[in-house]
């Protein structure tokens, strides 16, 4: 298994303005993800940080929006640029071991007024 | 275009009634399907992983199975504490990442 961390929990913020969410990982991981769920629905994979090179974004999502960061193999930060109310949503980091298996962070929560 | 539906949306079940939730699932060559607790506020917890059909896997008082088009959480004699949303994942094989495709969940609760 693997334990994830994410800064900050929660946060509320203002409209225009953007906000850096922090992903952290007990153990050296190859795949890391960065997921969207927005207030009741499911979860909605926005990229996939890869160490050293740029993030692989799906359809819907682009690197101006939310940039990504993967200096090493324990860390990723994920970017949401110049926020609207439609970005307020749970944001997750996860990752996948060498077993397959995907491990979730606890999430941000963010609330743009 | 791979695709996941879980039934029912929800599910009321008193204390020790068994029942089971459903996943069924269209995937181009399935690598996985993944079965995850989320309680409110929190990430979703891992439970199970199924390859093949046919495959069971059990943890407490859940199992899982796995057939070509769906997969089944059977729930015997749940407790409270088994109160929840469950979320059903495939993961298909393709050259171009390991994204999980997520269903949209199945709010559980379970009442003394």
Same mark, same amino acid.
Request: glycine share 8%; hydrophobic share 30%; proline share 5%.
């Given at each position: 298994?693997?334990?994830? =961390? !994410?800064?900050?929990?929660?946060?509320?913020?203002?409209?225009?303005?953007?906000?850096?969410?922090?992903?952290?990982?007990? &153990?050296?991981?190859?795949?890391?993800?960065? #997921?969207?769920?927005?207030?009741? !629905?499911?979860?909605?994979?926005?990229?996939?940080?890869?160490?050293?090179?740029?993030?692989?974004?799906?359809?819907?999502?682009?690197?101006?929006?939310?940039?990504? &960061?993967?200096?090493?193999?324990?860390?990723?930060? *994920?970017?949401?640029?110049?926020?609207?109310?439609?970005?307020? =949503?749970?944001?997750?980091? =996860?990752?996948?071991?060498?077993?397959?298996?995907? #491990?979730?962070?606890?999430?941000?929560? *963010?609330?743009?007024? | 275009?791979?695709?996941?539906?879980?039934? @029912?949306?929800?599910?009321?079940?008193?204390?020790?009634?068994?029942?089971?939730?459903?996943?069924?699932?269209?995937?181009?060559?399935?690598?996985?399907?993944?079965?995850?607790?989320?309680?409110?506020?929190?990430?979703?917890?891992?439970?199970?992983? /199924?390859?093949? %059909?046919?495959?069971? +896997?059990?943890?407490?008082?859940?199992? %899982?199975? /796995?057939?070509? +088009?769906?997969?089944?959480?059977?729930?015997?004699? @749940?407790? @409270?504490?088994?109160? %929840?949303?469950? /979320?059903? %994942?495939?993961?298909?094989?393709?050259?171009?990442?390991?994204?999980?495709?997520?269903?949209?969940?199945?709010?559980?609760?379970?009442?003394?």
């Amino acid at each position: 298994s693997a334990v994830i =961390s !994410q800064k900050p929990s929660r946060d509320i913020c203002q409209r225009g303005t953007s906000l850096t969410i922090q992903c952290q990982v007990d &153990s050296q991981v190859t795949m890391m993800f960065w #997921y969207r769920q927005q207030p009741g !629905q499911s979860l909605t994979l926005i990229a996939t940080a890869n160490q050293g090179s740029e993030a692989t974004y799906e359809s819907g999502f682009v690197i101006d929006k939310f940039p990504i &960061s993967r200096p090493n193999l324990t860390f990723s930060t *994920l970017t949401v640029s110049n926020m609207s109310p439609e970005d307020s =949503s749970i944001y997750l980091c =996860s990752v996948e071991t060498v077993g397959g298996t995907q #491990y979730f962070g606890p999430g941000t929560r *963010l609330l743009v007024l | 275009e791979d695709q996941v539906t879980q039934s @029912p949306e929800a599910l009321r079940l008193q204390e020790g009634e068994s029942s089971s939730l459903n996943c069924s699932y269209t995937v181009s060559g399935l690598r996985g399907l993944f079965w995850y607790r989320q309680d409110p506020g929190k990430g979703p917890e891992f439970l199970f992983t /199924l390859y093949s %059909a046919g495959e069971e +896997k059990e943890k407490e008082r859940l199992k %899982a199975t /796995l057939t070509k +088009k769906e997969s089944f959480l059977h729930i015997t004699a @749940p407790k @409270p504490e088994d109160s %929840a949303t469950y /979320l059903c %994942a495939v993961q298909a094989n393709s050259n171009s990442g390991y994204a999980l495709n997520f269903g949209k969940g199945t709010s559980l609760l379970v009442t003394p």
